[in-house]
C-alpha cells in the first residue's frame, strides 16, 4: 500500500493533466506492486495507460492516463524530487479518511491452542 497520498488539482496550473497522484512506498517491489494494482484497477474502471516510465527500476513509476497522472515513488526518491513542493500552488484533493486497522487480537473473541481454550 501506498503512503502518504496526495491528489493534486493542476487544472489552473497545466495543461498537460488535470490530476497529479502522488505516493510513496517502501521498496522497489512495493513502487512496482502499487503502480501494477492502479494500472489493474483503472483498466478495470475503462482507463486506458497511455504511457509508463520507470518500471525497469522501480524507484518512481509514473503512469499516464491523459488527465490523470500517477507517481508511485520509493520515499528517498520522493523526497528527493519534491514533486509536492514543485505543485505546491495546486490544490490539494481532500480523500476519504480509512479507519485505523487494529492488527491487535480481539479481546473478546476465545482462542484455541492445542486442546487448550485461552479466554483473553
Same mark, same amino acid.
Given at each position: 500500500?501506498?503512503?502518504?497520498?496526495?491528489? +493534486?488539482?493542476?487544472?489552473?496550473?497545466?495543461?498537460?493533466?488535470?490530476?497529479?497522484?502522488?505516493?510513496?512506498? !517502501?521498496?522497489?517491489?512495493?513502487?512496482?506492486?502499487?503502480? &501494477?494494482?492502479?494500472? &489493474?484497477? +483503472?483498466?478495470?474502471? =475503462?482507463?486506458?495507460? @497511455? #504511457?509508463?516510465?520507470?518500471?525497469? *527500476?522501480?524507484?518512481?513509476?509514473?503512469? !499516464? *492516463?491523459?488527465?490523470?497522472?500517477? #507517481?508511485?515513488?520509493?520515499?528517498?526518491? /520522493? @523526497?528527493?524530487?519534491?514533486? !509536492?513542493? @514543485?505543485?505546491? !500552488?495546486?490544490?490539494?484533493?481532500?480523500?476519504?479518511?480509512?479507519?485505523?486497522? &487494529?492488527?491487535?487480537?480481539?479481546?473478546? +473473541?476465545? #482462542?484455541?491452542? =492445542?486442546?487448550?481454550?485461552?479466554? /483473553?
Amino acid at each position: 500500500m501506498a503512503e502518504d497520498v496526495v491528489v +493534486l488539482d493542476v487544472t489552473s496550473l497545466t495543461t498537460v493533466a488535470e490530476f497529479l497522484v502522488i505516493g510513496s512506498c !517502501d521498496s522497489q517491489r512495493q513502487v512496482k506492486a502499487v503502480a &501494477d494494482a492502479v494500472d &489493474d484497477a +483503472l483498466a478495470r474502471e =475503462g482507463c486506458q495507460l @497511455l #504511457h509508463s516510465e520507470g518500471a525497469e *527500476y522501480g524507484r518512481w513509476i509514473l503512469l !499516464d *492516463y491523459g488527465d490523470v497522472v500517477v #507517481h508511485v515513488f520509493q520515499k528517498e526518491a /520522493r @523526497l528527493f524530487y519534491r514533486l !509536492d513542493d @514543485l505543485w505546491a !500552488d495546486a490544490e490539494r484533493v481532500a480523500l476519504p479518511q480509512e479507519p485505523p486497522v &487494529d492488527r491487535r487480537p480481539s479481546q473478546s +473473541l476465545p #482462542h484455541q491452542v =492445542g486442546q487448550a481454550r485461552i479466554e /483473553r
